[in-house]
């Protein structure tokens, strides 16, 4: 049973064919090299990757909620580093869409949705993760420029981008009263980012980024002084959404990599998929991704509908990316020693899966701010 539109399954087999013709067949190369194919995006931008969330006024497609779910499925059904590359490229033109001043949005919204540069998101600090509000990278104003000075840690591709949001405090004493949103442009304002080198989603760079006395003008703060988070909130649903659908994906390819294999691959004389054993792996992976998708789906129309979608997208955050833990785990396992050998795709699935409980919020997160929502009692501190 499908909970797809017919319009939305129309989405869903143009992207999947594209992804299929044109990325799939450089997953692996990329993989092994930990590079990334760059120059596929801006054919990928054509059907609202990237410009889909962004209103048509403002040079996006105004696409649904529930039809960047299904891109993100694709992305993630194909290849964990394309999902977690676009999720970034969606968020940072959604957000400047949503909060920034005409002068911003014509300025960066352009080259960001043609794909001719590329964005990074900064809020995670060495000693800020989880309690993002406690972030030390401070701002001060001087003239018509805002000093930035700190640094952080496991940005999705800053090495490849030019453009980033930063987040940082104007006065450490108002908490998070304190943060502020900033568009950096590297043309005028200058930092250093280094490379971590990191076990998932190895198409992406995760970087440390450095701020030492970088100067950013003042007509770059992002939306108010102070309320940073606030601007960030508005991003943080569509980023749980992104990755609970990129998930889905990741268990859908889980599932179609083991049904392969079992049906193809003979021991004690007939196929895997004869034996009950190996029939309760492939219908627990089945089972997993249904149940995900659909909560991933939910969590889209609720916020189609107007709704809030809080507990939705965090509660799809949480299931989502623990299901494709357990279900690139089975789909390993199905494998035997064949998946956990590099040529093999789920063995890249098992990582790409790992990444899924941790960024937008790790699963111990959003369970404690669903609690919050349910019992009206924060366990968070
Ligand atoms: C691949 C990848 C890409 C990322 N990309 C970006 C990016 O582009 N931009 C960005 O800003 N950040 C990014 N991050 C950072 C990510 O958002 C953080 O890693 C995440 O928020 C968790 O923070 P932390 O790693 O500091 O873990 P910590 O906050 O130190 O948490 C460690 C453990 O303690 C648990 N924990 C923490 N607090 C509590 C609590 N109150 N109760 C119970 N358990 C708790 C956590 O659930 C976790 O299990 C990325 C991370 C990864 C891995």
Not at 76 to 104: A, D, F, H, K, M
Not at 117 to 146: K, N, V
Not at 200 to 211: A, H, I, K, N, Q
Not at 254 to 280: C, D, H, N, W
Request: charged share 20%.
């Amino acid at each position: 049973m499908t909970v797809l539109t017919d319009e939305e399954l129309d989405l869903q087999s143009a992207v999947r064919d594209i992804l299929t013709k044109k990325v799939a067949p450089l997953v692996a190369e990329h993989e092994r090299n930990r590079t990334f194919p760059w120059e596929v995006l801006p054919a990928l931008h054509e059907f609202g990757y990237v410009r889909g969330l962004v209103a048509s006024e403002d040079g996006g497609d105004g696409m649904s909620f529930s039809q960047l779910a299904i891109l993100m499925e694709e992305a993630g059904r194909c290849w964990g580093s394309l999902r977690t590359t676009l999720n970034i490229l969606t968020i940072v033109p959604y957000l400047i869409s949503q909060v920034g001043s005409p002068e911003q949005k014509a300025r960066f919204l352009p080259p960001l949705l043609s794909g001719a540069r590329r964005a990074w998101f900064a809020m995670t600090e060495p000693d800020a993760g989880s309690d993002a509000a406690s972030l030390r990278t401070t701002a001060r104003l001087e003239g018509d420029h805002y000093v930035i000075s700190g640094s952080k840690i496991y940005i999705t591709n800053a090495s490849h981008a030019d453009i980033g949001i930063v987040m940082a405090t104007v006065d450490r004493s108002a908490g998070a009263k304190g943060i502020t949103a900033f568009i950096v442009d590297r043309t005028e304002s200058d930092y250093q980012v280094n490379d971590i080198p990191h076990m998932p989603v190895r198409g992406t760079s995760s970087c440390e980024l450095v701020f030492a006395e970088m100067r950013v003008p003042k007509e770059n703060v992002l939306g108010e002084v102070g309320r940073g988070l606030s601007a960030a909130m508005k991003a943080i649903n569509v980023g749980r959404l992104n990755m609970s659908m990129g998930a889905v994906g990741l268990s859908q390819a889980a599932l179609e990599e083991s049904i392969t294999f079992v049906t193809t691959r003979e021991q004690f004389g007939k196929p895997l998929a004869g034996f009950q054993l190996v029939q309760e792996m492939v219908v627990e992976i089945a089972t997993l991704t249904q149940t995900s998708r659909l909560l991933g789906m939910n969590a889209a129309r609720a916020l189609d509908s107007g709704e809030p979608g809080r507990m939705e997208c965090s509660m799809a955050k949480y299931y989502c990316g623990e299901s494709a833990n357990k279900a690139a785990s089975l789909a390993l396992q199905v494998h035997g020693g064949a998946g956990l050998m590099e040529e093999s795709p789920v063995e890249r699935i098992f990582r790409d899966a790992r990444e899924a409980t941790i960024p937008e919020g790790t699963s111990q997160i959003q369970i404690l701010q669903m609690g919050r929502d349910l019992l009206g009692v924060s366990a968070l501190r």
